[in-house]
């Protein structure tokens, strides 16, 4: 069976043929690395645009970006005033990632770049007491993490949405976010709010108007 991605190649349809794909976007003010011959993982996923805005409107000091690819959340908070770590498996990734602080003119210094599976680093964190006032948790469908380690995120969410609440402080936020379509959205809701502490709000951020109803990621904020 095909994976999605796979074998679709992009095709140029504007400019000269051989060039190179990188290029530079902008978003609410933000600059963004993308790389257009890259098929469904161009660096910057636009469906998340408004959680992007609604996280820098909430003025965070304190965030930790799990799966975090190439760190959109983690410049957009970092615009803000934040001090992020992000955390994915992908070397890479956090090098695209630090390459977009610099296109904002945002100092490195501060912030942390972990390539780690998300879930050991964040068992880590809160061993530790660390604790931040927004966590992103936007895991794969699945995904390897080295050797035979996996995530499935049917098996693994539920962990991880406690572990996540273990690590937000008493007034902070959770962003949860998924593309898996075998969940209904009242499913991934249930599966979430099951392991949320007692008292925590439920946020919705409008879909885009540029996105057709049903499409791109299901998405919901935890306010604790």
């Known amino acids: 069976m095909r994976v999605p991605g796979e074998a679709d190649k992009p095709e140029r349809v504007w400019g000269e043929r ?7 976007v902008s978003e609410s003010g933000l600059k ?5 011959a890259a098929s469904y993982s161009p660096g910057l996923f636009c469906d998340q645009r408004g959680n992007r805005e ?9 965030v930790l970006n799990l799966f975090s690819y190439t760190c959109a959340f983690s410049v957009a908070s970092a615009a803000a005033g934040a001090l992020t770590t992000s955390v ?16 904002n003119g945002i100092a490195l210094d501060g912030h942390r770049f972990v390539v780690e599976d998300a879930a050991d680093y964040l068992r880590r964190l809160v061993r530790r007491g660390e604790v931040f006032d927004s966590v992103i948790v936007d895991p794969p469908t699945f995904g390897r993490a080295g050797g035979k380690k996996t995530f499935q ?22 962003l949860f976010s998924t593309n898996y379509r075998g969940w209904s959205r009242d499913d991934f809701e249930e599966v979430v709010q099951s392991r949320l502490p007692l008292g925590a709000k439920v946020h919705r ?20």
């Open 205 to 224: 951020v409008a879909q885009q108007p540029d996105f057709s109803p049903g499409s791109g990621s299901m998405t919901m904020w935890a306010l604790l």
């Open 54 to 62: 609604f996280l820098r409107g909430r003025r965070p000091r304190r």
């Open 88 to 103: 994915d498996v992908s070397k890479g990734a956090l090098e695209r990632g630090r390459r977009n602080f610099q296109l």
């Open 153 to 174: 995120i049917v098996r693994d969410l539920p962990n991880l949405v406690a572990l996540a609440a273990e690590a937000t402080d008493k007034s902070g936020a959770i």
């Open 32 to 36: 963004y690395e993308v790389d257009l």
């Open 18 to 24: 051989g060039g190179g794909s990188l290029e530079v």
